[in-house]
């Protein structure tokens, strides 16, 4: 660990405490001030001499920073920019990023981080985080050891073998837990002194990178069935010994493990999954304002899910779930739902269907009387021919999967169809919304996964909502820090798509968007860790009891990028 601590004086002036100085403490990027540090620091931390003479402002190296950030050509190129800036000057990557949040958040998150992933071992520059190897199985505890900031809040993990839509690439995921960690700073506050990424490297199955002799990773095919199981169990039993209050986020596991892995671990430790709670959360706050707006109700719609993997069956659950909280039986909220996924709809009578999907499974005979093109496969089509549907979602990762005849057909039956594709990255979403918007005459409530720019449509600028988790789960994570919850929850999750809800833009204008913009992230983290920390004291999993304390732990928490003054230890 790096040999650091935070203070507070008299004033509540936060300060930092070190033994490092010179060339040390300029290449730690938690202290890194640059040209920056002060001059009593340059002659305590003996800098004198090792900076140009002139000491800068903050906002005065931001003006800089964003001058080079747009000296690059390419969004990739950017995006690894804005990853050494983070590698070397925290501070200073926050408070840029922070300033340009709406330009900047894409090139470092959703999308662009998807090609960095792929790219990672060729553009590998500087390690960050910890990388927990499958060989290494047996000195977890040693490795945690290793960590730089001593004192951790939140952990995101990754084994890298569901990345967004690209599927397998190994070590390479580990990009997407930095970028996370990234998110919940700049949208909801959270201290980057106490976060860790972490990819657990179990290998890969991805030839393409087995073949590479850049590839950095553990050359090995994937660790599977027992020996990857008792790794996690492993991996889990060193968290809770040496970081056993710590808010823990699963990121990208695969379809197969990330389920069970959540469902296994929730109640020994406070456990998140992002792709399976955090997509299904947000989706839900898209659709009761989508619901809402089409003056219907959640238990009258009829919702077809194209792609039924993690992310998929997450949204069903979460939507299932809300619908027997607002009344309806287990069996009623399950028949709301028809899945797709490789094979088609998911029956009965499939033998390869996760434990995921094998509730939505629905039986052969319920087809006898459909008219379906393929006798052997139940296509989507067929599906929005029978039920007519009210709600289409796709997370399928099958680029331009909603074609122009089944969105015709679902908008002649619905009068203001709701359509979410929300496969990311941009490249393999579902459909594109002016596509949607032209197939059903502007009727469309369209939600997506990635950003896209507004759609001009018969004279008017149509703006997209965007299903970003970055609008949710940073919030989560704040309001569980706020009243040191245990645990996370279902009724938690809940409480924070309905504060999201009240934010969609189409509760004052029904041409407006189902959900805020991102620029708006801050303000709507808090209100969401307000509601999950109050909904925490309600289900009995708050150490924080005093419903009057929330603020006051809030405020506390929230981290803002400002240099603190360094005291030489």
């Known amino acids: 660990m790096l040999d650091f601590k935070e203070k507070c004086n008299q004033a509540g002036e936060k300060m930092i405490e070190t033994s490092l100085s010179g060339k040390t ?21 003996n800098l004198l001499g090792k900076l140009p003479a002139r000491i ?18 390419t969004k990739l190129k950017r995006n690894i920019y804005l990853n050494n800036l983070h590698d070397t000057n925290q501070v200073l990557f926050y408070k840029l990023v922070d300033e340009y949040l709406d330009e900047m958040l894409p090139t470092i998150y959703t999308p662009i981080v998807g090609t960095a992933v792929k790219e990672f071992s060729t553009q590998f520059r500087q390690p960050r985080g910890l990388y927990i190897s499958y060989e290494d199985k047996d000195h977890i505890e040693q490795i945690l050891d290793n960590r730089s900031n001593p004192e951790i809040d939140i952990i995101v993990i990754t084994d890298g073998e569901g990345v967004l839509g690209i599927g397998d690439q190994g070590i390479g995921g580990i990009d997407i837990p930095i ?81 069970r892995l959540l469902d296994k ?83 009965a009578d499939m033998s390869d269907l996760t434990s995921a999907q094998q509730p939505y499974a629905r039986l052969p005979s319920e087809m006898s009387e459909w008219i379906i093109q393929n006798p052997e496969r139940v296509d989507l089509l067929d599906v929005v021919h029978n039920i007519k549907p009210t709600i289409l979602i796709g997370c399928s990762a099958v680029p331009g999967a909603f074609t122009q005849e089944i969105i015709q057909v679902m908008a002649a039956n619905t009068a203001r169809p709701i359509i979410f594709s929300l496969s990311n990255p941009t490249e393999i979403a579902e459909a594109n919304p002016c596509d949607l918007l032209q197939w059903t005459d502007g009727k469309a409530l369209i939600a997506t996964g990635s950003p896209f ?29 706020a009243v040191k919850a245990r645990r996370l929850t279902d009724q938690m999750i ?39 920390a109050k909904q925490a004291i309600i289900d009995g999993m708050a150490e924080i009891v005093d419903e009057s304390l929330i603020a006051h732990e809030l405020d506390q928490l929230i981290w803002q990028p400002v240099y603190p003054k360094l005291i030489k230890k």
């Open 56 to 73: 800068e402002t903050l906002e005065e190296q931001v003006k800089r920073a964003y001058h080079q950030y747009l000296s690059y050509s």
């Open 453 to 481: 720019d507004p759609v001009d449509f018969n004279g008017r600028k149509v703006h997209i909502a965007q299903c970003n988790n970055a609008l949710i789960f940073p919030g989560i994570g704040l309001g569980i820090l």
């Open 265 to 347: 671990y929730r109640d020994e430790l406070c456990s998140f999954n992002d792709d399976i709670q955090g997509t299904g959360a947000v989706a839900v706050a898209a659709l009761l304002a989508a619901v809402k707006a089409n003056q219907t109700l959640l238990s009258e719609q009829r919702i077809v899910v194209f792609g039924a993997g993690t992310a998929g069956t997450g949204i069903a659950d979460q939507i299932h779930a809300l619908m027997m909280a607002q009344g309806l039986s287990e069996r009623e909220a399950r028949d709301k739902f028809w899945l797709l996924d490789r094979p088609g709809l998911l029956l």
């Open 494 to 532: 809940w409480a924070a798509s309905y504060a999201l809800s009240e934010f969609s833009p189409i509760n004052q204008d029904p041409l407006a968007p189902l959900l805020p913009p991102i620029a708006t992230a801050k303000l709507i983290a808090k209100e969401i860790a307000v509601a999950v």
């Open 179 to 259: 970028a996370k960690l990234m998110v919940y700073t700049l949208c909801a506050g959270i201290n980057p002194l106490r976060t860790l990424p972490i990819q657990l490297d179990v290998g890969t199955n991805n030839q393409i990178l087995l073949n590479d002799p850049l590839y950095l990773g553990w050359r090995h095919e994937r660790v599977s069935g027992q020996d990857y199981d008792d790794f996690i169990a492993k991996f889990i039993q060193a968290i809770n010994k040496k970081l056993p209050n710590v808010f823990l986020h699963w990121e990208d596991f695969g379809r197969n493990n990330a389920r």
């Open 25 to 45: 403490l300029m290449t730690t990027p938690q202290l890194n001030k640059s040209t920056a540090f002060t001059y009593e620091e340059r002659i305590d931390f």
